[in-house]
């Protein structure tokens, strides 16, 4: 008998980052491993690039998809070079190869460029992962800069854009796209102003992409978690806010945040052929226990 493994739950200890956060210093760590999942070779042989693979929900797709049989490159930003080397250590002892790419995705140029060295590189393209985010919180709208506002949207939404335009030329017919939204996107939150939006127009673009490719047989899904263990929220929030992280008051019906390793599933269900070849266009909301269905 399949048994669920036990989570860590609030109270956590209270703690906080300056952005863009490392896994390495939270505490507890995020756990990325899913060591109860066996690989079975759903993308051997393939090649996957995860924008924000270093940490949270990124670090957790890397390893997964490489037990899956693939090679992995991953961009990430120079501050998140530890937690990227983690990862890469994580990705090779799987037996895969992992490039790291240090840069931003609000730079289409880098974008570009990051593209054409994963296949100069690793020899193709078959999966992009969109996942680098930023976030703020705030009390109002009004408190929102025009620096963030500008921030948020240059790199939750021209950075996948800006990714999946560099991509699609090297995705075969069969290759898939698979973005990260929230929840956020779906309900809105007053509490994360202009993050919400850039989740909203995320979910769209996956829409738009999904109609848009699917004559070239590219598949294009999103992801939309709610709260999650990752240094993105500790970044984010207040110390005593994280102490009580995805308690059932933040609308969480299991009464905790979820871990990356219990996220990263549903990436490789869409970035999976084998499991997914008839969804595409589609946004799988995993909060929890609360039922988001549209």
Same mark, same amino acid.
């Given at each position: ?57 990124? +670090?957790?797709? /890397? $390893?997964?998809?490489?037990?899956? !049989?693939?090679? &992995? ?5 120079? %501050?998140?070079? *530890? ?80 990714? +999946?335009?560099? /991509? $699609?030329?090297?995705?075969?017919? !069969?290759?898939? &796209? ?5 929840? %956020?996107?779906? *309900? ?107």
């Amino acid at each position: 008998m399949s048994k669920v493994q036990e989570q860590p739950a609030p109270p956590f200890p209270e703690q906080s980052q300056s952005p863009p956060g490392l896994d390495v210093l939270m505490e507890p760590r995020p756990r990325n491993q899913a060591a109860a999942l066996r690989g079975s070779g759903k993308l051997a042989g393939e090649v996957a690039l995860i924008t924000g693979g270093d940490s949270g929900i990124g +670090a957790a797709v /890397a $390893i997964l998809f490489a037990r899956e !049989g693939a090679d &992995i490159a991953i961009i990430h930003l120079a %501050a998140e070079q *530890e937690d990227a080397d983690n990862v890469r250590a994580q990705v090779e002892r799987e037996g895969r190869r992992c490039l790291l790419l240090p840069g931003d995705v609000s730079d289409s140029t880098f974008c570009a460029e990051a593209v054409e060295r994963t296949v100069r590189e690793l020899g193709r393209l078959d999966v992009l992962v969109n996942n680098a985010a930023v976030m703020y919180q705030h009390s109002s709208f009004e408190e929102v800069t025009d620096a963030e506002l500008d921030e948020l949207f240059h790199i939750n939404v021209m950075g996948y854009f800006y990714m +999946a335009r560099a /991509a $699609i030329s090297h995705l075969p017919s !069969g290759g898939r &796209i698979v973005n990260c939204g929230s929840v %956020a996107g779906l *309900e809105g939150n007053p509490a994360l102003p202009g993050y919400a939006e850039t989740n909203g127009a995320i979910h769209t673009l996956t829409k738009s992409l999904a109609t848009d490719l699917i004559k070239r047989g590219i598949r294009v899904n999103c992801v939309a978690p709610g709260p999650v263990w990752t240094p993105l929220n500790a970044s984010t929030r207040p110390p005593e806010e994280m102490a009580r992280y995805g308690e059932e008051v933040d609308g969480v019906p299991l009464g905790r945040p979820a871990q990356p390793e219990e996220i990263a599933p549903s990436f490789l269900f869409f970035a999976s052929n084998a499991d997914s070849s008839y969804v595409t266009g589609e946004t799988l909301a995993l909060f929890g226990g609360q039922v988001l269905a549209r």
